[in-house]
């Protein structure tokens, strides 16, 4: 039973010690040991192994039992005394605690006994100060009360919390009154020493009044802005005199003086005044200021009144003398003092279209006529003189557009008077120079708007620009196009037969022509610079009017004059190719009994290509995109033509027809080199181009190779038709069969069967519609090739 009591404790107790591996590493830290006892793993049959290892050890039982016996009365010892010290914790923590209170309360009774001490030395002061503050008010001694009266108002904002206490309530009243009486009395001596009335300031600046200016700066801020009120009143008096409306110096043309005036005035008051006042005040920039709302206001009265002798070259030069003088302002002051809410400025110019260039005339106007000044953005005084101009701008405006009409009459007359372009020149194909001098025109003039006002006077502007890039529209560029008259002979048939040189069959000169590609060259400028003018036009106005400036109306004129040439140029090319193309469809092509070179009338397609393309292309040079257009509405309007001239040719002979597609491929080589035709570099051609010229003229040469196939057995003959040109129209199967000679009978048995052999139309479509692929260039080129072979073995 002892034996398994000793057992159980032994299991409880194991329970009990078992400690967590981060406790026993911490008590491992603070209580380092050796000792095998002290260990985690302590394992009692290794530690008896290693105090007796052998039998004889054994006789040393005894003194091994006594030492373990001795540490473990150590052991309970120690745990004795500690146990035993740890009854007194409690006591002395209550003890702790009640020493932690007394220091407590002592900190409060000290903090509560310096607020007071604190606040009674305050109390002196402001009692002190009080005395002090009425005395010296009423011996005028501003210099000390400057300094005293801030300390004053310093102590009394610590005793707001104590006004329910009678006597501070008091003493901050008596403060008040103080303040009061000291704003009166600096008021009075500032009235005494710069009267309203009278022409003659009495004395200089003095020390009185330098110290008052102290003690207005710790007073009510309606006090200081009363005395600087007042005393620039006082100041400016003289000018409301010398300048009022019905004086000879107050008309525009004498608008130096008042400047000149000021001037002299702000020098005369930094020499008297300019130590009385505070720096921080800022009271020359304060008189300018005012000086400059004045001045606003008396010249919109005056030209109110004499508007009718407003004039634009006076109003010019108001407007110039004005600026040059707010310029003058930030050059001197920061602005500061502005109050008021000045007018927005416009941006800085970025389009180079749009810099300012000092040395570029304006139309009639002289360069010192016009206004210069300092970049609105940088000059807080930008408007606060020259705002009242802005009514009358109209006079501008009007001048403006007198003086644009004259300039469009001076570019139509010195164009008849100089001529067109001539080829082989400079001018030649290019920009016209009015052009140019029109648009540096419009840029000096919006510049100097946008100077004067970026409000109604820029969008009355604006619409002068439209105006007058009408004009030039219509005037320069439409109104000088050559018309479309024949100015020459047609071909003859007899003349194509015998290859003799034809005659000139273009419509228009060389000179013409380069006349058309200046005009062109011109409207492509003019439709990009307008688009700057519009961008540039927007950036300069106030942005509540930005949605007002459009001049889209007239980039379309100029996109309208742009195709007007460009279709002059085809229409002149196309009908310098008609009489050959009648000619062709005038040939007995069923006689023809050989095939030899490409007819004279491809010789005569081809001549008039290679006189007028090369032309169009190198005046055409800086505009190479409508080259392009021009090539392609060539090739749209020539191809079509074509092949309804093939059409004509009828009846057409197996020999006929292997001409006429001889023809038809040399067209086509000539067609796709139109671009580089007769040029030293070679050019690839667009390849939007090249796909026009490829799908039409295979149509064309597929036509003639359904002429060529024999029409037995029909059936043959309309599938292969149906193939080669996947065209279910009747209209041109008909024309096949005109051109193959068929008599009537057959035609009509052809046209039964050709409707029977079409495919049914997808559900949905409105009539016939065939999708076939069209053979490839490379597939057509091999052909053609045979064909060349073949014609070539026959001859």
Same mark, same amino acid.
């Given at each position: 039973?002892?034996?398994?009591?000793?057992?159980?404790?032994?299991?409880?107790?194991?329970?009990?010690?078992?400690?967590?591996?981060?406790?026993?590493?911490?008590?491992?830290?603070?209580?380092?040991?050796?000792?095998?006892?002290?260990?985690?793993?302590?394992?009692?049959?290794?530690?008896?192994?290693?105090?007796?290892?052998?039998?004889?050890?054994?006789?040393?039982?005894?003194?091994?039992?006594?030492?373990?016996?001795?540490?473990?009365?150590?052991?309970?010892?120690?745990?004795?005394?500690?146990?035993?010290?740890?009854?007194?914790?409690?006591?002395?923590?209550?003890?702790?605690?009640?020493?932690?209170?007394?220091?407590?309360?002592?900190?409060?009774?000290?903090?509560?006994?310096?607020?007071?001490?604190?606040?009674?030395?305050?109390?002196?002061?402001?009692?002190?100060?009080?005395?002090?503050?009425?005395?010296?008010?009423?011996?005028?001694?501003?210099?000390?009360?400057?300094?005293?009266?801030?300390?004053?108002?310093?102590?009394?904002?610590?005793?707001?919390?104590?006004?329910?206490?009678?006597?501070?309530?008091?003493?901050?009243?008596?403060?008040?009154?103080?303040?009061?009486?000291?704003?009166?009395?600096?008021?009075?001596?500032?009235?005494?020493?710069?009267?309203?009335?009278?022409?003659?300031?009495?004395?200089?600046?003095?020390?009185?009044?330098?110290?008052?200016?102290?003690?207005?700066?710790?007073?009510?801020?309606?006090?200081?802005?009363?005395?600087?009120?007042?005393?620039?009143?006082?100041?400016?008096?003289?000018?409301?005199?010398?300048?009022?409306?019905?004086?000879?110096?107050?008309?525009?043309?004498?608008?130096?003086?008042?400047?000149?005036?000021?001037?002299?005035?702000?020098?005369?008051?930094?020499?008297?005044?300019?130590?009385?006042?505070?720096?921080?005040?800022?009271?020359?920039?304060?008189?300018?200021?005012?000086?400059?709302?004045?001045?606003?206001?008396?010249?919109?009265?005056?030209?109110?009144?004499?508007?009718?002798?407003?004039?634009?070259?006076?109003?010019?030069?108001?407007?110039?003398?004005?600026?040059?003088?707010?310029?003058?302002?930030?050059?001197?002051?920061?602005?500061?003092?502005?109050?008021?809410?000045?007018?927005?400025?416009?941006?800085?110019?970025?389009?180079?279209?749009?810099?300012?260039?000092?040395?570029?005339?304006?139309?009639?106007?002289?360069?010192?006529?016009?206004?210069?000044?300092?970049?609105?953005?940088?000059?807080?005084?930008?408007?606060?003189?020259?705002?009242?101009?802005?009514?009358?701008?109209?006079?501008?405006? $009007?001048?403006? &557009? =007198?003086? /644009?009409? +004259?300039? %469009? !009459?001076?570019?139509?007359?010195?164009?008849?008077?100089?001529?067109?372009?001539?080829?082989?020149?400079?001018?030649?194909?290019?920009?016209?120079?009015?052009?140019?001098?029109?648009?540096?025109?419009?840029?000096?003039?919006?510049?100097?708007?946008?100077?004067?006002?970026?409000?109604?006077?820029?969008?009355?502007?604006?619409?002068?620009?439209?105006?007058?890039?009408?004009?030039?529209?219509?005037?320069?560029?439409?109104?000088?196009?050559?018309?479309?008259?024949?100015?020459?002979?047609?071909?003859?048939?007899?003349?194509?037969?015998?290859?003799?040189?034809?005659?000139?069959?273009?419509?228009?000169?060389?000179?013409?022509?380069?006349?058309?590609?200046?005009?062109?060259?011109?409207?492509?400028?003019?439709?990009?610079?307008?688009?700057?003018?519009?961008?540039?036009?927007? $950036?300069?106005? &106030? =942005?509540? /009017?930005? +949605?007002? %400036? !459009?001049?889209?109306?007239?980039?379309?004129?100029?996109?309208?004059?742009?195709?007007?040439?460009?279709?002059?140029?085809?229409?002149?090319?196309?009908?310098?190719?008609?009489?050959?193309?009648?000619?062709?469809?005038?040939?007995?092509?069923?006689?023809?009994?050989?095939?030899?070179?490409?007819?004279?009338?491809?010789?005569?397609?081809?001549?008039?290509?290679?006189?007028?393309?090369?032309?169009?292309?190198?005046?055409?040079?800086?505009?190479?995109?409508?080259?392009?257009?021009?090539?392609?509405?060539?090739?749209?309007?020539?191809?079509?033509?074509?092949?309804?001239?093939?059409?004509?040719?009828?009846?057409?002979?197996?020999?006929?027809?292997?001409?006429?597609?001889?023809?038809?491929?040399?067209?086509?080589?000539?067609?796709?080199?139109?671009?580089?035709?007769?040029?030293?570099?070679?050019? =690839?051609?667009?390849?939007?181009?090249?796909?026009?010229?490829?799908?039409?003229?295979?149509?064309?040469?597929?036509?003639?190779?359904?002429?060529?196939?024999?029409?037995?057995?029909?059936?043959?003959?309309?599938?292969?038709?149906?193939?080669?040109?996947?065209?279910?129209?009747?209209?041109?199967?008909?024309?096949?069969?005109?051109?193959?000679?068929?008599?009537?009978?057959?035609?009509?048995?052809?046209?039964?069967?050709?409707?029977?052999?079409?495919?049914?139309?997808?559900?949905?479509?409105?009539?016939?519609?065939?999708?076939?692929?069209?053979?490839?260039?490379?597939?057509?080129?091999?052909?053609?090739?045979?064909?060349?072979?073949?014609?070539?073995?026959?001859?």
């Amino acid at each position: 039973m002892m034996e398994e009591e000793e057992f159980e404790f032994a299991e409880d107790l194991e329970a009990i010690l078992h400690l967590t591996p981060e406790v026993q590493q911490a008590i491992e830290q603070v209580f380092p040991s050796q000792d095998p006892l002290d260990r985690a793993d302590f394992n009692a049959v290794e530690y008896i192994n290693t105090l007796f290892p052998t039998e004889q050890s054994l006789s040393n039982i005894d003194d091994v039992v006594s030492k373990i016996r001795l540490k473990i009365r150590r052991l309970d010892d120690n745990i004795r005394t500690v146990v035993r010290g740890q009854t007194n914790v409690g006591q002395d923590g209550r003890q702790v605690k009640e020493i932690t209170r007394d220091i407590k309360q002592l900190d409060h009774a000290k903090r509560h006994l310096t607020t007071s001490i604190t606040t009674l030395n305050h109390l002196h002061m402001l009692a002190g100060g009080v005395d002090s503050l009425e005395a010296m008010t009423r011996k005028r001694q501003y210099g000390e009360v400057a300094n005293l009266l801030q300390g004053v108002v310093n102590v009394l904002e610590h005793f707001y919390k104590y006004m329910g206490i009678t006597q501070i309530r008091q003493l901050s009243e008596r403060v008040k009154a103080a303040q009061s009486e000291l704003g009166t009395q600096i008021l009075a001596d500032f009235d005494e020493a710069f009267p309203s009335q009278g022409s003659k300031r009495p004395g200089g600046p003095s020390n009185v009044l330098r110290d008052a200016c102290l003690v207005a700066n710790v007073l009510d801020p309606r006090i200081k802005q009363e005395i600087i009120k007042k005393f620039i009143r006082q100041h400016l008096s003289e000018y409301l005199v010398l300048f009022q409306e019905n004086q000879d110096a107050a008309w525009l043309d004498k608008i130096d003086r008042r400047y000149a005036w000021i001037k002299r005035q702000l020098v005369d008051y930094e020499e008297k005044y300019g130590r009385m006042f505070p720096e921080e005040w800022c009271m020359t920039e304060r008189i300018a200021v005012e000086f400059c709302h004045i001045s606003r206001v008396e010249l919109a009265k005056v030209m109110r009144t004499r508007a009718r002798e407003i004039e634009v070259k006076l109003l010019l030069f108001a407007i110039q003398r004005t600026t040059n003088f707010e310029g003058l302002l930030a050059k001197r002051f920061t602005g500061g003092t502005l109050t008021d809410k000045r007018p927005e400025s416009p941006l800085e110019p970025t389009n180079p279209f749009l810099e300012d260039d000092p040395g570029e005339d304006v139309g009639n106007e002289k360069e010192e006529d016009l206004p210069k000044k300092p970049k609105p953005a940088d000059n807080p005084f930008h408007g606060i003189i020259s705002k009242c101009f802005e009514p009358h701008l109209y006079v501008y405006i $009007e001048s403006q &557009d =007198k003086n /644009l009409g +004259e300039l %469009i !009459n001076r570019f139509v007359a010195d164009f008849r008077a100089q001529g067109p372009p001539k080829a082989g020149t400079e001018e030649g194909g290019a920009v016209l120079p009015s052009c140019a001098d029109l648009f540096v025109y419009y840029k000096k003039c919006m510049v100097q708007c946008s100077q004067l006002s970026t409000g109604e006077p820029m969008i009355a502007l604006t619409t002068i620009f439209q105006k007058f890039l009408r004009e030039y529209a219509w005037k320069i560029l439409s109104g000088n196009l050559p018309k479309s008259t024949s100015n020459s002979g047609g071909l003859t048939i007899s003349s194509l037969l015998k290859e003799k040189e034809a005659p000139e069959a273009a419509k228009f000169t060389v000179d013409e022509l380069c006349l058309i590609c200046s005009i062109l060259s011109t409207a492509e400028y003019c439709l990009a610079t307008t688009q700057q003018l519009e961008e540039k036009l927007k $950036e300069k106005v &106030d =942005k509540l /009017l930005v +949605e007002r %400036i !459009n001049l889209t109306g007239e980039m379309d004129t100029f996109s309208t004059v742009i195709s007007n040439s460009i279709q002059l140029l085809v229409q002149d090319l196309d009908a310098a190719c008609d009489p050959a193309l009648t000619a062709m469809s005038k040939m007995p092509w069923q006689s023809v009994e050989h095939v030899g070179d490409q007819s004279p009338y491809v010789t005569s397609i081809i001549m008039h290509i290679k006189q007028n393309v090369p032309i169009i292309r190198d005046n055409l040079a800086s505009t190479r995109k409508y080259f392009t257009q021009f090539c392609i509405k060539f090739t749209n309007a020539f191809i079509p033509k074509f092949i309804n001239h093939l059409f004509r040719c009828k009846p057409v002979s197996m020999v006929g027809a292997e001409q006429l597609l001889l023809d038809t491929h040399s067209l086509k080589t000539v067609l796709l080199d139109l671009p580089s035709i007769g040029s030293q570099v070679l050019r =690839k051609a667009p390849a939007s181009y090249t796909k026009i010229v490829v799908k039409g003229m295979t149509r064309a040469e597929m036509i003639l190779k359904v002429v060529m196939a024999p029409h037995e057995p029909p059936v043959v003959f309309v599938d292969n038709y149906i193939k080669l040109l996947a065209d279910g129209n009747p209209e041109t199967f008909q024309k096949i069969l005109d051109m193959k000679g068929l008599k009537r009978s057959e035609q009509s048995s052809m046209l039964e069967l050709f409707r029977q052999r079409l495919p049914t139309p997808p559900s949905g479509a409105d009539g016939p519609s065939l999708s076939f692929s069209t053979p490839t260039p490379e597939q057509e080129s091999s052909r053609i090739r045979k064909l060349e072979k073949l014609i070539k073995k026959r001859l």
